[in-house]
């Protein structure tokens, strides 16, 4: 991969990271805002049974997507460790060795395998 290329690519991975960490930045404001306002006295009896259960089941919602995009965030940091570590080896298959292509690391530059091995693997599973 040319240096433009590899540059292009971190370019790209920080983007992500920095998305990434204001998402979960704003599930933390998100979940802050829900303790401070249950904080009340008043608060479990100002809505009905089923709004409570609503809103648990949107807390539970947003939990599950933070967790899935803090497992993004640490896909991203583990890409800018094998970039900064080895940046002649980035972008090369973990399974083959081939080239990952450019393409495809510009649409998803966490990405570790070719597009090959990635369909090998998704249906062998």
């Known amino acids: ?3 433009k290329q590899l540059a292009h690519l971190e370019k790209r ?5 920095d998305r990434a960490l ?4 704003m599930f933390d ?6 303790r401070e306002t249950g904080d009340s006295d008043l608060a479990a009896y100002t809505d009905h049974m089923a709004d409570q259960g609503t809103e648990a089941m949107e807390r539970e919602k947003a939990a599950v997507l933070a967790t899935k995009e803090g497992r ?3 896909r991203i940091e583990e890409a800018l460790r094998r970039l900064y570590a080895s940046p002649r080896a980035f972008g090369k298959c973990h399974s083959c060795g081939e080239d990952v292509g450019f393409e495809r690391l510009d649409a998803l530059p966490h990405a570790r395998y070719c597009i090959n091995c990635k369909l090998k693997e998704e249906e062998a599973a």
């Open 13 to 17: 991975l920080l983007q992500e990271r």
């Open 29 to 34: 404001e998100m979940a802050k805002a829900d």
């Open 72 to 74: 993004y965030l640490y």
């Open 22 to 25: 204001r998402w979960l930045g």
């Open 1 to 3: 991969m040319t240096k």
